[in-house]
């Protein structure tokens, strides 16, 4: 196995260990699990997203999205409601309080993030964005995540 790759991929395992609850003293998101704020995430920059939807964007089944989705209408975050162009779908839409969650766990990580790279030079930023965008884009290439 070349060496580099091998390097490559202990990398992003350690990362997301650190992005991980470990991060934030065992927790991810506030109240929310993982899949439950990537699910949050998605239903806040989709109009009218379905649950399928949901499940093909986390690669994940429809009932385990359904699952999902219902932990976060519990929580308040999210409600189904019929689609306003085809009624016999069932949509999910985020409430004021999901707003404000995806809003205030965006702002936590990118303090963090930024905390971690604040002697970096512009350039310096630049250039990890731009490593992690192809990292995301080839796994999306290889059909592991769906694009939002």
């Given at each position: 196995?070349?060496?580099?790759?091998?390097d490559?991929?202990?990398?992003?395992q350690?990362?997301s260990w650190?992005?991980?609850?470990?991060?934030?003293?065992?927790e991810?998101?506030?109240?929310?699990?993982?899949?439950?704020?990537?699910?949050?995430?998605?239903?806040?920059?989709?109009?009218?997203?379905?649950?399928?939807?949901?499940?093909?964007?986390?690669?994940?089944?429809?009932?385990?999205?359904?699952?999902?989705?219902?932990?976060l209408?519990?929580?308040g975050?999210?409600?189904r409601?019929?689609?306003?162009?085809?009624?016999?779908?069932?949509?999910?839409?985020?409430?004021?309080?999901?707003?404000d969650?995806?809003?205030?766990?965006?702002e936590?990580?990118?303090?963090?993030?930024?905390?971690m790279?604040?002697?970096?030079e512009?350039?310096?930023?630049?250039?990890?964005?731009?490593?992690?965008?192809?990292?995301?884009?080839?796994?999306?290439?290889?059909?592991?995540?769906?694009?939002?």
């Amino acid at each position: 196995m070349n060496n580099t790759i091998s390097d490559i991929y202990n990398l992003i395992q350690e990362l997301s260990w650190y992005f991980g609850n470990q991060g934030f003293d065992g927790e991810c998101c506030g109240d929310l699990s993982l899949v439950e704020f990537m699910a949050l995430k998605n239903v806040h920059i989709v109009d009218d997203i379905t649950i399928q939807e949901i499940g093909n964007a986390l690669n994940i089944t429809k009932s385990g999205a359904s699952k999902v989705i219902d932990r976060l209408e519990n929580k308040g975050y999210v409600f189904r409601e019929q689609s306003s162009t085809d009624g016999r779908v069932c949509c999910v839409t985020i409430t004021g309080k999901g707003k404000d969650a995806i809003t205030n766990i965006e702002e936590r990580y990118s303090d963090y993030v930024g905390e971690m790279l604040i002697d970096y030079e512009p350039d310096a930023l630049d250039n990890v964005k731009n490593v992690l965008s192809a990292l995301v884009i080839s796994v999306r290439k290889q059909g592991f995540i769906k694009p939002i």
